[in-house]
């Protein structure tokens, strides 16, 4: 079986349904992080009648936001891609649900800061938890994309490539179809036997 077989096989199979499941975990996980952090993460209290302001729920929604920008840039390019392999997407939903699961507990069970003698309460752990999930949710988003989805979509490229090698040869073009087995073989989707056997019989019809 050469590398373009073990790609398409990797990339087809059951269906989408894994993507879809674990892209709707993590986007629920987010949404619970935002309206649960919104309920119940502490106020800020400020001033000289110690005012409380609900700090969380006016700039929350900011890096749910960002949040879901990310989540939504890396799935899109799976789908694309039409990889159906569960691991990449088990590690993207779980992984930012996980982190903005996190997020919410800390925003809400994290002591305030006290400053000043007045004094100021301030959740300052909430709003470091909160860029800590997105600089963490940004990170595990590119991995999944680079190492996963666009490796997968490179291979299924390659693929139809493969695929459409006949077409330059029946259209009377050897030199084209040489071209295009020779990126197959740089790009390490067909061995260099397989390239020399394919070149063998290529140029004894000739």
């Not at 269906?15 to 309920?39: E, R």
């Not at 299924?156 to 490539?161: G, I, L, P, V």
Request: hydrophobic share 50%; charged share 15%; glycine share 10%.
């Amino acid at each position: 079986m050469t590398k373009a077989q073990t790609s398409t096989d990797r990339t087809e199979g059951s269906g989408l349904g894994v993507a879809y499941a674990m892209t709707g975990v993590a986007l629920g996980s987010i949404f619970v992080s935002g309206i649960l952090g919104a309920l119940f993460t502490p106020q800020m209290v400020t001033g000289y009648y110690h005012e409380r302001i609900p700090i969380s729920a006016l700039t929350g929604w900011i890096f749910d936001l960002i949040a879901i920008s990310m989540l939504v840039s890396a799935a899109l390019a799976g789908v694309r891609a039409r990889v159906s392999d569960p691991a990449p997407w088990a590690m993207l939903g779980l992984g930012v649900g996980a982190i903005w699961l996190a997020v919410m507990a800390v925003s809400i069970f994290a002591p305030l800061s006290v400053f000043g003698t007045d004094p100021d309460q301030i959740p300052v752990f909430s709003g470091l938890s909160a860029i800590a999930g997105i600089v963490l949710t940004g990170i595990l988003c590119g991995f999944v994309k680079t190492a996963a989805f666009e490796v997968a979509a490179s291979g299924a490229d390659f693929s139809t490539a493969a695929s459409t090698r006949h077409d330059a040869w029946s259209s009377g073009d050897p030199t084209a179809w040489l071209r295009q087995l020779a990126q197959l073989r740089d790009a390490d989707v067909i061995t260099d036997a397989e390239y020399q056997a394919k070149k063998n019989e290529l140029l004894s019809r000739i």
